[in-house]
Each structure stands twice: as C-alpha cells, then as structure tokens.
C-alpha cells in the first residue's frame, strides 16, 4: 500500500518568513515527486517536481529530495498572503513500474496560513 | 498557455442515475487520468488511460465506472449508477509522455453532488 503522509496543519507562519512544508513516502522505489498548489474548492496546480536527491529551487520555491530517508520538502521564502492554500505531496512510482501510467498517490496536504 | 478543460463545472444528480463527466485534456497530450475528491480528503486515483485502453485502474474504479475518449479531444468518465458517496470533486489530468519529467496538468474540477 502506497502512503504519503504530510502534517495536516494548519502551519502559520508570519509574512515574509519562510514556510516549511514536509512529506514523507512509503515506497521506497518511487521515483518522481510533486507539489502541488490547491485553494480551497479550486483544483491542484502544479508548483514543484523533484526527480534526484539534493535541492531545486524555482523563485521563491526550493524543493528538496532525500530518497535515502523517503523525505520531501519545500520551502517558500518571502511567503505572501497568496501563498495561503493546501500544499499535497505526491508520488509517483518509477517508470519500469508503470510509472508513466500509475496516478499519482497524494498525501493529504498542509494547510499553510501567511499571516499579514 | 494550453490547459485542461472540463465541464459542467457542477453536476447535481439523482441517486441511481448516470452521469457523463467531460474533459478535453492539453491536445499534445498522450495520458489521461481522472481523480476524485470527496471534501475534506485526499485527491484519490481514479483511472488511467492510454493509446485508446485503460493503463491502470484503483480499486475504487469498479464497474460503475468507465472512461472514453470518444473523439480525438474528449476524454470522459461515465457513473452508471450514481449512489450518494459518489458525491466529490472529480479532476481530469493529462500528462505529455511516460518519462518522469512529464507532469500532470489537472483541469479545474466537476463537483459532482448526488441526492
């Protein structure tokens, strides 16, 4: 069985600091990790992929990857008021396992408040 | 920017009836999924599809379920038989390629409430 576990929140943080927001996975072959982006009652959006160990960053996004411990993270910096949403993790499997084709696993998300 | 369309944007049924949920995935797109939310969970896998035939299916998909891509832009998700726990968000998302740098795009949801 698949899981994906993240913090449900909600996590407050002041505006201008930095968020951190964390995941961990169970399967241990997973290969290609997202974040997505979701307001309440809208659809994901895609903010992040990480496929390798170590860090990506996009603007004010940095993902970071450590397979060996089955941890994903994102930080944003400068947070803004707009950045208030739900954050999902989610997994997928490799392509030698139907990756391509599998859905994604979602965790359940995290709540992030920016207070003005 | 191309995006993943989907319609109506609220479907409102009876219990048993059926209903046709409708995307138009990014149209260089080769992989299409469709997902449910049931409010205040988590977004579930629903159902894969590719080259004309489901790649991959979750227990959830059961016979009551179908999809099709009836023409070369459409890609449904067909409920025989609504029940009230049927009641969720459901997403379409599609994905250019199978290698791990090709992401999935989701639409902006159907909310679909059964009575």
């Known amino acids: 069985q698949k899981e994906v576990e993240q913090n449900s929140g909600p996590l407050s943080v002041p505006e201008g600091a930095i968020a951190s927001l964390n995941c961990t996975y169970s399967d241990r072959v997973s290969q290609s990790f997202f974040w997505y982006r979701q307001y309440s009652g809208k659809s994901p959006e895609l903010i992040m992929s990480i496929y390798s160990n170590g860090d990506k960053e996009d603007g004010r996004f940095t993902a970071q990857l450590n397979k060996a411990s089955q941890y994903v993270s994102l930080l944003i910096r400068d947070s803004q008021p707009s950045d208030s949403a739900t954050y999902l993790c989610a997994v997928n499997p490799p392509v030698y396992r139907g990756g391509g084709a599998d859905g994604l696993t979602f965790g359940k998300g995290t709540h992030l408040i920016i207070q003005p | 920017e191309p995006e993943v369309t989907q319609t109506p944007s609220h479907q409102v049924t009876q219990m048993g009836q059926e209903v046709i949920l409708r995307c138009v995935p990014i149209s260089n797109h080769l992989y299409f999924y469709w997902y449910r939310q049931i409010l205040g969970q988590k977004v579930e896998f629903l159902v894969s599809f590719y080259n004309n035939e489901i790649s991959e299916k979750s227990e959830i998909f059961d016979d009551q379920f179908s999809v099709e891509r009836p023409d070369g832009s459409n890609f449904t998700l067909k409920i025989r038989s609504t029940k009230l726990e049927d009641s969720a968000m459901y997403f379409c998302?599609?994905?250019?390629?199978?290698?791990?740098?090709?992401?999935?795009?989701f639409g902006p949801g159907t909310r679909l409430t059964v009575t």
């Open positions: 998302a599609s994905r250019y390629g199978v290698w791990t740098f090709h992401e999935q795009y």
